[in-house]
């Protein structure tokens, strides 16, 4: 297993209150942050954005390689929403703009055979989930973040939100989406962390029954 989820199983949990009017948007185990920490493996990756492209393929009608000005042409989309890491920082109300998936994919033709979806990012992350997760109203292509376009190192210039599931599924620096018929693990779903990752059903691991996870967020990058 990787020495990630070992440690998360090991540690121990930051106790903070939580104020009675939010607390059922708060996912058990969770503690509200106002920061926005920062977690990803690898560098920064910088980007020319006349030769960045996002590839859509797999169990579609029609393949696609969009440029960014493609996808800024598309209709674009404001929402606020909660963010749940596993990590165990929970950010209420954060502010996105965006493409939805769901005006997105119609564009290609989604075949019905796709039932999964695999995510790619750079540098070689990957994370997947069942298609009618990531075809939900509030899964979106985010270019901004608090009405400013994302930092580099919030997944500047396009990262996945997928609200209803733990952060790790919302993939910075997206480069790819592969449609799929069947399930495959992405990266930290291969390394001991749960398949699907509902936060209110505390699904973080896989395998053996939940430990007591780290708040090692407290210590990380912010801004
Ligand atoms: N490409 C890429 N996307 C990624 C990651 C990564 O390592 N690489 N880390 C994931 C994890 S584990 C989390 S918790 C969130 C963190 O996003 P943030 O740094 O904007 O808070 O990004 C997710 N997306
Ligand atoms: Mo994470």
């Given amino acids: 297993m990787h020495e990630k989820a070992e440690r998360l199983k090991k540690a121990p949990v930051r106790k903070v209150e939580t104020s009675p009017e939010v607390a059922h948007r708060v996912p ?13 493996e690898g560098e920064v990756p910088s980007y020319d954005m006349s030769t960045w492209t996002l590839r859509v393929f797999g169990e579609v009608e029609e393949e696609r390689v969009f440029t960014y000005d493609e996808l800024i042409a598309l209709p674009q989309t404001k929402q606020m929403n909660d963010i749940h890491c596993v990590t165990r920082w929970t950010k209420l ?14 564009l290609l033709g989604v075949k019905p055979e796709a039932k999964h979806v695999m995510i790619y990012g750079d540098h070689d992350y990957e994370t997947n989930m069942p298609i009618e997760d990531f075809l939900r109203d509030n899964v979106m292509l985010a270019h901004s ?35 799929m018929k069947e399930d495959r693990p992405g990266f930290w779903e291969r390394n ?12 973080r691991f896989s395998g ?16």
């Fill in 192 to 203: 001991g962390f749960h398949n699907y990752a509902d936060p209110f059903e505390e699904q």
């Fill in 93 to 106: 109300d954060t502010e996105w703009e965006g493409i939805r998936i769901a005006d997105l994919l119609p």
């Fill in 145 to 179: 973040f608090d009405g400013k376009p994302l930092t580099g190192k919030h997944g500047w210039p396009l990262r996945l939100l997928v609200p209803h599931l733990y952060f790790w599924k919302s993939a910075k620096w997206i480069r790819g989406i592969e449609l």
């Fill in 28 to 40: 058990p185990g969770q503690t509200i942050t106002e920061r926005f920490p920062i977690l990803h």
């Fill in 208 to 223: 053996e029954d939940l430990g007591l996870p780290e708040d090692e967020w407290f210590h990380k990058e912010f801004d």
